[in-house]
């Protein structure tokens, strides 16, 4: 047991574990299965039971350097070698680097005769052959419940399967122990009970067919002494192995993004604040047939592709090329951004697959890609293929699974022509954040396409109705006129718009007339001016002259007094006329 | 123990080899519990009366040599193995059922009698 605890600190306080490297199946058991003990993997038949253990081993193995035996009572290692080939995995390989050791169980019930007293040393002799001669830490027997099948003492083979188990966790490694599903109604896990014998783990596979749909769940049945996920997880098989999608486990704790992105079309983000959608929101865009869901949705992808970000574009109706060549109509090029390796498309039918098949490609796409936005076009061809309840599980793990990894999602969803308006898949509705209606107003014997954000979180937005065109240059908000019925649109709008030109250009011309008249007041008004300020101007030269005049009379004058005192000889000649006034006034009266 | 009439299908043609060939048998032990030797002493006692002469008995501890487990399926303790004549036959236990042991080596039909 030391051996294998030492190997590694535990995943958590609790229980150590071991990490399995299955994608998914360790973030629902908390870090892996139980270290050193023996989990049940139980399910019917071809449910993936073999191949969940394989891979175990496998991962263990080469990502965890703990060698593995895997005991297989059911298939020959040729068989096995060459079953998981096509996942990639070479067990030849890792049995020759002693990473993996195999060995097969084969019991004949014909070629065997039970007589006395016996015991399984002869299974605890190989098996611990197996483990000491690669150092195994991790073990599989597929499906030791075959030992029922072929000795028939049955108390013998209880009282020796619980003593393997004994010894398996003595022994320290950790097991995976596979069963067949028992019958149903009997309330058992497996056809003899195995749980009764591996009570710390026990991992339940289910494969089901609804509606022509096979989808396969994982559920942990019980994991003693550590919590984990309780739901069924739908899982799938592809070419890297098992895939567990653990979505419902995430619940609500993503990251809220301030930081605002464009929709792509100028006028539509001034409806939503002036700045667009929140980063790692969810958008949704629903309409009717051709209201253009699609279009709305190429603009988001071709902003994103020019900020540089890279998009996945995922199509359930239309093939990429087809998209291509559509949107290029309407003057939206994504060819460039495909080529750059920043737009990805990502087209398939919905009904391929089932919904877990979908769910569990978009995981990967995602993961592999990383891309800061995601288109899906429509989400209600997904919603056809399962019930609707179903469907709306799936989307809400798609939704949980984008916010987590803080993408902003723009969804599109067809509403068909006799749903009320704002009718849609009712649970996506509170999921969204930003949503966007789109429909078609008929009015006056024509169909215009309307737009109106139904709601956004967390921004102020336009209430407004708002008509749109398709243009060879993309999508355009037209400017809004409000007639008796609400929104003009189509010639409505084109009516009413050109009354208001001619309105405008009367009333243009009545100001410009107005203006014309003031001018020509002012000319008249400063051509009197001027005319009146130089007549001012000749009568003040008058003036002028006037006084100039009279003042060099006074000195004529007074010069003729002067000289005639001087001829008198009765004063001096004086500088001045008064002090000279003065000067005569006293010698006249002293005299 | 309800599938001795299965058994006595498998005895009809190898019948007649019984004279004449010998007989190799194995049995796998662990260790040398009281189990493997009572079943030791009971094949020893058989093959004695049954088969003078042409029997060998190679017995086997997988507590030595647990590699040769594998090579003959070995999964219960103790397992006497009917190397020759062929069919492969195994009989598991401490065979303390004589006539038992006999019907399974195909020693004998499965009827009552001797």
């Known amino acids: 047991m030391s051996k294998a605890a030492n190997h590694r600190k535990p995943a958590n306080r609790g229980l150590a574990k071991a990490p399995t490297g299955i994608q998914g199946l360790d973030e629902i058991t908390g870090g892996g299965l139980p270290l050193g003990r023996p989990t049940l993997v139980c399910g019917s038949a071809g449910c993936g039971k073999t191949l969940l253990a394989i891979e ?43 990473k993996l050791a195999m060995d097969f169980v084969w019991i004949e019930r014909n070629e065997i ?38 000795l028939s003492n049955v108390s013998i083979l209880r009282g020796e399967l619980r003593r393997l188990f004994r010894w398996l966790k003595d022994k320290g490694v950790t097991a995976v122990i596979t069963g067949e599903s028992g019958e149903t109604g009997e309330g058992m896990l497996t056809r003899h009970g195995m749980e009764e014998y591996v009570s710390d783990c026990v991992i339940q596979l289910d494969h089901r067919v609804t509606d022509q749909m096979s989808t396969r769940r994982l559920r942990i049945v019980k994991y003693r002494g550590t919590t984990h996920g309780t739901n069924e997880y739908p899982f799938l098989i592809d070419e890297d192995g098992i895939s567990v999608l653990p979505v419902t486990s995430l619940g609500l704790q993503h990251e809220s993004s301030a930081e605002r992105i464009s929709s792509g079309i100028p006028r539509l983000d001034a409806m939503l604040g002036g700045e667009g959608y929140f980063r790692s929101s969810t958008v949704l865009v629903s309409g009717t047939a051709g209201s253009g869901k699609t279009s709305i949705a190429a603009h988001f992808a071709n902003a994103a592709c020019q900020r540089g970000e890279r998009c996945l574009y995922l199509a359930f109706e239309e093939s990429s090329g087809q998209l291509q060549r559509n949107m290029r109509s309407i003057g939206i090029d994504l060819e460039p951004w495909v080529k750059k390796g920043l737009l990805h498309f990502h087209a398939s039918r919905a009904s391929i697959y089932g919904l877990e098949m979908h769910l569990a490609t978009i995981h990967k796409l995602v993961r592999e890609f990383q891309p800061r936005v995601v288109v899906m076009d429509a989400i209600g061809c997904l919603a056809a293929i399962g019930t609707r309840r179903d469907s709306s599980v799936m989307l809400t793990r798609l939704i949980d699974f984008f916010k987590m990894q803080e993408i902003t999602a723009l969804l599109t969803n067809l509403r068909t022509g006799n749903e009320s308006l704002e009718q849609t898949n009712e649970d996506i509705a509170s999921l969204v954040d930003t949503w966007l209606l789109l429909r078609d107003l008929e009015l006056e014997g024509e169909r215009n396409r309307v737009i109106n954000v139904l709601k956004s979180r967390g921004m102020a937005h336009s209430n407004q109705l708002r008509e749109f065109l398709l243009t060879d240059h993309g999508v355009e908000l037209q400017d809004v006129y409000l007639g008796a019925e609400g929104v003009l649109t189509g010639s409505a709008r084109l009516a009413r718009e050109s009354t208001e030109k001619a309105t405008s250009l009367l009333r243009h011309q009545e100001v410009e007339a107005k203006q014309r008249e003031r001018e020509l007041k002012r000319e008249a008004l400063e051509a009197r001016i001027v005319v009146l300020q130089k007549e001012f101007e000749a009568e003040e030269e008058l003036a002028k002259r006037v006084i100039d005049q009279e003042q060099s009379r006074e000195e004529t004058n007074q010069q003729d007094r002067d000289r005639m005192g001087i001829s008198r000889q009765g004063d001096k000649v004086k500088r001045d006329v008064e002090p000279a006034v003065r000067s005569t006034k006293t010698p006249r009266s002293r005299t | 123990m309800n599938n001795s009439s299965q058994l006595t299908e498998y005895t009809a043609p190898t019948e007649t080899d019984q004279e004449t060939e010998t007989w190799e048998l194995r049995l796998y032990i662990a260790g040398e519990t009281p189990r493997s030797v009572a079943a030791f002493a009971n094949l020893k006692k058989l093959c004695e009366i049954h088969l003078p002469g042409r029997y060998q008995i190679e017995v086997i501890d997988l507590m030595q040599n647990p590699q040769l487990a594998a090579g003959d399926q070995i999964v219960a303790i103790p397992t006497l193995v009917r190397k020759l004549p062929e069919p492969l036959r195994r009989i598991v236990g401490d065979l303390s059922n004589t006539e038992r042991t006999l019907v399974g080596l195909q020693l004998r039909p499965a009827k009552p009698g001797q």
């Open chain 1, 56 to 98: 175990f081993l496998v991962r263990g193995a080469m990502q965890f350097d703990e060698p593995g035996v895997f005991m297989s009572f059911e298939e020959t290692a040729a068989e096995l070698t060459e079953n998981v080939r096509s996942l990639g995995f070479d067990l030849d390989e890792l049995i020759e680097q002693k």
């Open chain 1, 113 to 150: 005769e039970e007589n006395g007293e016996y015991d399984l040393e002869g299974l605890f002799v190989r098996l611990n052959y197996a483990i000491d001669s690669i150092g195994a830490k991790r073990i599989v027997l597929d499906t030791i419940e075959t030992l029922f099948g072929g």
